[in-house]
């Protein structure tokens, strides 16, 4: 009887799991390779996923045109996370924020081909603990990595301090890492020896000659400290044309620049009225240290390694002539190695020297002791933990400006006003959002200049950065309307450039550009650009038409781009080219008084050559760099709203203000870094 009732809850229970089996059967085991694609920011991500066992246990990128080295944390970290934890519920990485993005949609697109429960693979948040707060003890804390951190980090060490880095994003760079290599310094033995002096170079220097110090247009009544510096222009003009005596434009003059020229480019640049009415002028101790110390700031790069056109072993006759950078102002636009490598360089050195860096940690707030003096700073760790800096000589700022955050751009600007929203794009990398500005102000600094960012014109029209289009010689441009006409003096400062392309019909201009030549030489004819895989590159990933001569140049940009497809007339730009031309043989603009004018196009080459032919990209003007910040004086030290150095605290880079007033010229911003970031880190080292 027993046996007989344990056989039938035998068949019971068989027929019970049979009949579960039918209704919940464990789906079978998944395995294989898939595919799963998503858009990142330079263009579609598209990863390989291996699953064995219903698992994913391999994450491949296969296909990616992000910036390798912006991106790499993010491209590491986000595939161990979501192998590790079979979750795509992965926080992103600062710094590469929309390649994560991309990242993880892509392996969630994956994961569906596969058939895997993406509601599992959603759920479970992968989240961080924090370990217990800390407190480190140093000489210097250096926050932010850019090239002023950098740069300051690696010069304090040089005085023999103990030097703390801390960054914010999970890579070190900031906008030093994306921005060019375009570097101003005024060097007398390049303009002597590689340079040569252009007629409309001439007419400006004539034109400085001429300036009567009581021009109202001066503003020497709101700012006599800058009429000195007039006065030493002329004298350095003068005494150029009593060097030169007898010496012709074109066949023997020599290239000419002074600390006083390139003083009175950043004064009449940076000289701006806001919109309340009030003035804004570069402060003249600031820009006479960036324009007599750029030089010599340039020379120590190449002593810590950085390869630049110097060209450390060349004497000066076989050296590299010096540019003119968009919005320069002057030939005197040097250039080293990009930011992909330099800052990767300049951390060796600084680690060679001993300095500690920490990537993913945020200087949130200044530690300042009784007596007034900054003696720390709090930071948190991207998984939460909390560190306490003490330092016995204080603490260096160079955590950037703020074009990452419009809104605290809108809120200081009194420069565009509706030119500007809380949405307008920026050239930046996501961190630099000030918060080393709200840290010192919340301690008492000054800030200045705040009311202006500065916009770059030539930006990409849909990501706001400066990829996807051509770049050249601001002398040898060219840039019209979607109706072909040129709207401005391609050589003017960059606000002048972004209002005037601003003012334009969806803000979007094009830039004509057929090839470098030998800038400011006005005879040499432009004979295109060959069909290179560079330009192949940008032409079929980015926003650039080319053509191997006007008519397939037009036709070209019937095919939109960025957006928009201007559909060129051939005969109007032939006609634009033409005038422009004309003025470039001329030496003389009469539509918008360019005042180094080179590059007339040789369309007759281009008809009868097909391997070469010229280009156009639609551009639009974006936030780049915040003219504003924190108030320094020449030994960097911040000043407080009296004036008065706060005892303990440094700052450099685009976190300060002052140098530029309204309008940063192109080229400076880099001098400004290395030029500001070694003397603060000179004078933290040293706790001076
Ligand atoms: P600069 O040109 O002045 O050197 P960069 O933009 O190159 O400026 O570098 C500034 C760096 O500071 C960026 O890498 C940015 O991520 C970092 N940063 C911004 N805010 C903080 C912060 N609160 N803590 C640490 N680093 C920060």
């Excluded at 027929?15 to 395995?31: R, S, Y």
């Excluded at 991500?45 to 990128?61: G, L, P, Q």
């Excluded at 503003?219 to 004298?235: Q, R, S």
């Excluded at 960059?494 to 392309?501: I, Q």
Aim: glycine residues 12%.
């Amino acid at each position: 009887m027993r046996r007989t009732v344990t056989l039938m809850l035998c068949v019971f229970l068989a027929a019970f799991i049979f009949v579960g089996c039918t209704q919940e059967t464990e789906p079978d085991p998944i395995n294989g390779v898939f595919e799963g694609t998503s858009g990142g920011f330079q263009g579609p991500v598209t990863v390989s996923i291996t699953v064995e066992n219903s698992e994913i246990t391999d994450i491949e990128i296969v296909e990616s045109s992000e910036t390798a080295h912006v991106v790499k944390v993010a491209v590491e970290r986000i595939p161990t996370q979501i192998i590790e934890n079979q979750s795509v519920a992965v926080d992103s990485v600062t710094g590469a924020t929309a390649t994560s993005y991309a990242v993880i949609s892509a392996v969630t697109n994956a994961a569906q081909a596969a058939g895997l429960d993406i509601d599992a693979l959603k759920a479970n948040k992968v989240g961080y603990t924090p370990k217990d707060p800390q407190t480190w003890d140093t000489d210097v804390l250096v926050i932010g990595a850019g090239g002023a951190g950098l740069t300051a980090a690696i010069t304090a060490a040089d005085q023999g301090a103990k030097v703390i880095l801390i960054e914010k994003s999970s890579i070190l760079g900031g906008n030093s890492l994306v921005a060019g290599s375009a570097y101003n310094a005024v060097d007398l033995e390049a303009q002597e020896n590689v340079m040569e002096l252009t007629g409309a170079q001439k007419d400006a220097m004539d034109s400085y000659l001429a300036l009567d110090p009581a021009d109202p247009g001066l503003k020497f009544d709101a700012y006599p400290e800058w009429e000195p510096v007039l006065e030493e222009l002329k004298n350095d003009i003068n005494a150029f044309y009593a060097r030169n005596t007898g010496k012709k434009i074109g066949v023997d003059m020599p290239g000419f620049d002074s600390v006083a020229l390139h003083m009175w480019h950043i004064y009449t640049g940076g000289l701006r009225q806001l919109t309340d009415g009030s003035w804004l002028a570069p402060n003249v101790e600031l820009a006479r240290t960036l324009a007599s110390e750029s030089l010599n700031a340039f020379k120590w790069m190449g002593e810590v390694g950085l390869e630049s056109s110097y060209g450390a072993d060349t004497k000066y006759g076989t050296r590299d002539g010096l540019g003119t950078v968009l919005g320069a102002m002057w030939p005197r636009t040097h250039s080293f190695m990009t930011g992909a490598l330099r800052i990767p360089h300049l951390e060796s050195v600084a680690l060679d020297k001993g300095v500690t860096i920490y990537t993913e940690t945020k200087g949130t707030e200044l530690l300042v002791d009784g007596s007034g003096k900054v003696v720390g700073a709090k930071a948190e760790q991207i998984d939460g933990t909390q560190i306490t800096i003490n330092t016995a000589n204080g603490v260096v700022l160079a955590s950037g400006g703020y074009c990452a955050n419009p809104t605290m751009v809108k809120e200081y600007d009194k420069y565009w006003g509706d030119d500007l929203s809380d949405r307008t794009l920026s050239t930046n990398l996501g961190t630099n959002e000030g918060d080393g500005i709200v840290m010192a102000i919340a301690i008492g600094a000054d800030v200045t200049g705040m009311e202006v960012a500065q916009m770059m014109p030539s930006s990409s029209p849909v990501k706001g950065t400066m990829t996807d289009g051509i770049w050249g010689d601001a002398a040898e441009q060219i840039w019209i309307d979607g109706n072909g006409n040129r709207f401005v003096d391609e050589y003017a400062e960059r606000d002048v450039l972004a209002k005037a392309s601003l003012a334009l019909e969806d803000s979007i201009f094009y830039i004509i550009y057929a090839g470098r030549g030998d800038v400011g030489n006005p005879d040499q004819l432009l004979q295109g650009v060959e069909y290179s895989e560079r330009i192949e590159g940008i032409v079929e990933g980015g926003h650039v038409w080319y053509g191997k001569n006007l008519a397939e140049l037009a036709e070209a940009t019937k095919t939109p781009k960025a957006g928009v497809a201007p559909a060129f007339d051939e005969a109007q730009l032939r006609a634009t080219i033409e005038l422009y031309n004309s003025y470039v043989a001329a030496q003389k603009d009469d539509d918008f008084g360019k005042r180094v004018i080179a590059g007339a196009i040789d369309l007759d080459y281009l008809e009868a050559n097909d391997d070469v032919g010229l280009v156009i990209s639609p551009r639009k003007s974006s936030l780049h760099h915040t003219m504003g910040g924190v108030a320094i004086d020449t030994d960097t030290r911040v000043l407080d709203t009296s004036g008065n150095a706060i005892p303990g605290l440094w700052a450099a880079g685009e976190v300060t203000g002052g140098i530029h007033a309204g309008n940063r010229l192109g080229g400076n911003a880099i001098a400004d870094i290395f030029v500001f970031g070694r003397i603060a880190g000179t004078n933290a080292g040293s706790g001076n």
